[in-house]
């Protein structure tokens, strides 16, 4: 019964006939299983009425309240298409934390299925808007990584060059870390990062020990880079991340001179660096926190050792080595 009259929403001569109409079979369905998957496409139908009205959080409420994952007789591709649309919904609201949440109801292995590519799509364009708002590169470098390996976008030259410069831009402004490395020298070794050059080169600065001096860096990649969504110059967050950019090569060279230099005087680091006194001794700190070097300041003297002194240990260690 309720499915013949579900047929009847396209009939109805107005938006509110059609609105009194829709609520009147929702009220009907509410808590009955047996009919549950008609109660959510009904209030998909509504949710669509709030959105064409510009009620987003009208909209995001009402479709919250439909829980599918839950729903044995639905199909698990209308399914994850109601999770997205719960997940695009919180976007529009600003609910990024309901969003997360949402997220994790989708097993990213259902992608793994042919027939799901424009689910997947949408599941990863979903994720990246999310990650960007949290600042979170390398999660955002996973997804777009995810993106490139889709079937559609590799077989396709005009997309996945664009996708597999987003995976390079994204993971150079990663924090770095063990994971961070491994990812920079496993895409090195794609066959067509060749085919994009500057994406290769930035690549290779990352994963050489040699000094990328910032100034150089600027002339060489703002003039392409500058032009992409990721570092746009007319917009606050591209200037953002032009920005890390700048702080993620600076960390680079200190990571450099660590492995090359015991000691070095602070005046000698301000040249190399390209930053002055205090600029130095603030990514020192903060390299030294997060554990990727050794150091330690000498103020009085201006020198900066980067020789980690070796405990009982280690020189017994040493000694038995010999």
Known sequence: ????????????????????????????????????????RLTRMRVEIYEKRGMIKEACDTLQEIQVETFGSMERREKTDFILEQMRLCLAKRDYVRMAIIS????????????????????YELMIQY?????????????????????????????????????????????????????LERIKLDHNLEKLELCAQL???????????????????????????????????????WAVLRDRVIEHNIRVIAGYYGRAKLER???????????????????????????????????VSFEKPSDGEDQLNMWTSD
């Not at 019964?1 to 938006?15: C, G, Y």
């Not at 609520?23 to 369905?29: G, I, N, Y």
């Not at 994790?104 to 599941?123: A, C, G, Q, V």
């Not at 001794?281 to 300041?297: C, H, M, N, P, S």
Request: aromatic share 10%; charged share 35%; proline share 3%.
């Open 1 to 40: 019964m309720i499915q013949r009259a579900m047929a009847f929403v396209e009939k109805t001569p107005d938006e509110e006939t059609r609105v009194q109409y829709i609520e009147a079979l929702r009220k009907v369905t509410e808590g009955k299983i047996h009919v549950e998957v008609e109660r959510a």
């Open 104 to 123: 994790h109801k989708i097993n990213p292995k259902y992608f793994e299925r042919e027939d799901t590519e424009d689910l997947k799509l949408r599941f």
């Open 131 to 183: 990650d960007l708002h949290e600042e979170n590169y390398l999660e955002v470098c996973r997804h777009y990584q995810q993106v490139y390996k889709t079937k559609c976008i590799g077989e396709d030259v005009q997309r996945w060059p664009a996708v597999l410069q987003n995976v390079v831009l994204y993971l150079v402004l990663s924090p770095y870390d063990n994971e961070q490395n491994d990812m």
């Open 203 to 241: 690549v290779r600065s990352f994963t050489t020990m040699e000094l990328t001096r910032w100034p150089a860096v600027e002339a060489l990649y703002g003039g392409e880079f500058r032009r992409t969504d990721v570092f746009s110059s007319e917009t606050e967050d591209g200037h953002k991340r």
């Open 269 to 303: 680091l301000t040249e190399l660096l390209d930053l002055g006194v205090d600029e130095v001794e603030k990514f020192l700190a903060k390299a030294v926190v997060g554990g990727t070097i050794y150091a330690r300041i000498d103020r009085p003297a201006g020198i």
